[in-house]
DNA sequence: CGGATTCTTGATCACACTCAAGGAGCGTGG
DNA sequence: CCACGCTCCTTGAGTGTGATCAAGAATCCG
């Protein structure tokens, strides 16, 4: 629960290109119509929880963010994961309709959310571009209600691959060697599968030399063809 | 695939409560800031395919469309039902991110996207609106998210029908007996189950006393308490 | 009234979950 | 630096549940 409000800092960033995530910015930053805070959160802490007040909208610049929501049993349901440049948070909500946890060692940037629902009001442009980035978490979660609802474990995990490989891609370099920062149970409440289910899946994914495994969470694809083949299964017309 | 297009009438519409849909209106409606088409759609006619080109965004006016993609080899997920208040088709989009099908006979009005992306780069207001219509589309996808990936069958079902229950009450008076005009193999692939276990799921709910069943796909709640105690398993907190 | 579709129920099967145990990796402290 | 302990990961065995396959009943519609 440790958190750490840093000063004030530069708000602006390094070239970080945005992601799908909960919220995905457009091109333009935040930054560039809002003042914003720098805050470091460290792995496990919870940046907010289910049904708390909301003041901050956060932009990542650093780090993984899950997204998730509990029942009253204790099953979880992850609905997301979020790294740099994705947006945590709703603007014209009252109160946060998710937990948000950190995966790893997170920073993000502070927009008071009065602040930027004044400036979407203010700006067609920002109010534009939000719309965008509230439209493409909905088109996100769509690929994810489509996978839940009717793919096979071994078509979910291959789509969680390829999608994260995609969003590495864009972020850094072009590698083949993924880290999946999260744990199998998170991955598990992901796809909507146990942790077992998950092993198992990615060690036939092994066996058949499509991936291997490399110490510390990481990944290497080596047949990202067959990956898409699995995950990609979705009919155009 | 019958289609008639009407002239371009009153777009002004009666009372209609705004539901939960793909999209979700807020309160004022898009006829105030633009001028529409009405469009009749007989009912298992298609509005758009997936993939097609966006040319207009949709409010229903009366009756259901369901909302859906279809992978390569048939399975198909149904992504949500909207009715009267809801609109159908996203800002901003230039491609159909889903097939738009009539379950029933249904009554469109029809906006041109063009016309409509302007509008809002214009009218903050009309902006914030779209902006929480896109959200409300998101949360409720949430809530879809979290019965597919953690819910059990019975749970799915009764989610379904409290959900439906309170879309009903909103539009129409409030009653215990609800029309539910889509096909138990529509509910299945909206539930990420076969009929058959939706068909089950139901007879249990009968034999328990829970809902009866009327000729003409009307289910009567005898116990909604119970409905909701088995679909609202969400904790905050 | 007849044909087609949709709905319901039953029997069987496959697969993912549950339960369980062992192994690997990591962090901490001596 | 190594040893220990903890957490996370992996694999196995057995079970339960929802899917599949199949047939009959009800309903719709011409």
Redesign the interface.
């Known amino acids: 629960m440790t958190r750490q409000i840093s000063d004030s800092t530069d708000p602006r960033i390094p070239h970080s290109v945005s992601r799908t995530g909960m919220l995905k910015e457009g091109g333009t930053r935040l930054s560039s119509f809002l003042t914003s805070t720098q805050r470091r959160l460290l792995r496990n802490s919870v940046l907010f ?3 708390d007040p909301q003041t901050s909208i956060y932009e990542i610049t650093e780090g993984t963010i899950k997204t998730s ?5 204790g ?3 992850i ?1 997301g994961f979020l790294g740099a440049g994705d947006l945590v948070g ?4 009252e109160e946060a ?2 937990c948000a946890e950190a995966v790893t060692d997170v920073t993000v940037l502070c927009y008071p959310i009065l602040q930027l629902e004044a400036a ?6 920002l ?2 571009q ?3 980035v ?2 493409q ?3 996100h ?2 690929d ?3 996978s ?4 096979h474990p071994a078509e979910r995990v291959a789509s969680f691959l390829v999608t994260w490989h995609a969003n590495m891609s864009k972020n850094s370099c072009e590698s083949r060697t993924l880290s999946l920062p999260m744990s199998r149970i998170d991955i598990a ?4 599968l146990t942790q077992e289910t998950v092993c198992r899946v990615l060690s036939k994914f092994k066996r058949q030399g499509i991936i291997q495994a490399k110490p510390g969470r990481e990944v290497t694809i080596y047949d990202l063809r067959s990956l898409e083949y699995m995950a990609e ?5």
Request: proline content about 4%; hydrophobic content about 40%; glycine content about 6%.
């Open positions: 929880h289910d049904g929501k509990i029942l009253m049993d099953r979880r349901q609905i709703e603007p014209f909500e309709q998710y979407i009001t203010r700006s067609p442009a109010a534009r939000m719309m965008q509230v439209h978490a909905s088109a979660q769509m994810h209600i489509i839940l609802g009717r793919k409440d992901y796809l909507g299964t979705v009919f155009v017309n």
